[in-house]
């Protein structure tokens, strides 16, 4: 059976390409998607890729994933530094999550160096622009791969 992981991606993510280029780089967030794709049909996964501005609307994806989904991979943007809703859904939810980042947060601004995704994720991938949806997928393998092992 086909795994399914959702791929979530939080506000100013549909501007990649145009955004700070020199900060994001200049693939765009379809660029972003075709990798992500590729990698995971590499592996065995299907996903579900999404991006939306509206915090509470990544809240209902994360809680929809809950059932239809075996994980969650998150670039929340800017919410990853504000959002405790979106921190308590992925809690709630109990799937492994993957945290994402394009830049490297630890080497930008201070307020970018704290996060509340983090609280809910197995691991975190950060600086590696688009390669980490990549490596983002291969962890989400092996810790679903892991997972179906003990059962
Ligand atoms: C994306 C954003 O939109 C920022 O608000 C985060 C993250 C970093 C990224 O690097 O992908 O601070």
């Known amino acids: 059976m086909t795994r399914l992981v959702y791929v979530l991606n939080g506000p100013n993510l549909n501007m990649l390409g145009v955004r700070e280029p020199e900060i994001y780089g200049s693939e765009t967030l379809a660029d972003l998607r075709t990798r992500t794709e590729k990698a995971a049909a590499a592996l065995g996964l299907a996903i579900e890729f999404r991006q939306s501005n509206v915090e509470g609307e990544i809240v209902s994806w994360v809680q929809e994933a809950r059932g239809n989904a075996r994980g969650i991979i998150i670039n929340a943007g800017g919410y990853t530094h504000t959002s405790v809703a979106i921190l308590d859904a992925l809690q709630a939810v109990g799937l492994p999550v ?54």
Not at 120 to 141: F, H, R
């Open 98 to 151: 993957v945290e994402v980042h394009l830049s490297n947060i630890f080497r930008r601004d201070q307020f970018r160096q704290h996060s509340y995704i983090s609280l809910a994720a197995t691991g975190v991938i950060c600086g590696l622009g688009g390669k980490g949806y990549e490596l983002a997928i291969e962890a989400m393998a092996d810790i679903l791969s892991k997972a179906a092992n003990k059962r």
